[in-house]
């Protein structure tokens, strides 16, 4: 995690903050990089670092306005980085679609423990939530990137695969 920290006073949070758009923004603006879509996945908390400069989807959603490239420059969001930040994940959903900002999504499930990475297989904990945030991606016809991030190490990689596409 680039943007972390882990102590009070360990960060100029206006510094940190104006650095990470200008960084996005030259990144973006980049020849190589104009006919392409940039997406910025937020994680709230880290192992390695316990506070994020971007937290949150809302944080993220601000930054996106200050980098300020619209259609080129969006947010891929985490279901299990969502939880993590106590998120609703339909809500989170709902607000990068109103901002035409949502370009992928990480799919799984998680217990929702700071700093863990659970990477359960999509809906086994949050089924509610889960079918909430599908019906959500559908009511707007969202056409965006879905990926399922999940990590079966005691189970079936390929059964666990054909689960998430089952449970999506």
Known sequence: QFDGYDYHFGANHASAWSNAARAIRDAVDRPECRAHRVSFEFKPTDASARFATVSNTHAALALVR???RPGRF????DLGHLLAAGENPAQSAAAALAEDALFGFHLGDAHSR??????????????AGALELVYTLRLARWDGHAYFDTFPEAEDPVREAEYNVRAF
């Open 66 to 68: 200050e980098v300020a």
């Open 74 to 77: 969006g947010l891929t969001l």
């Open 114 to 127: 700071l700093g863990a990475e659970d990477g359960l297989a999509f809906g086994s904990v949050h089924a």
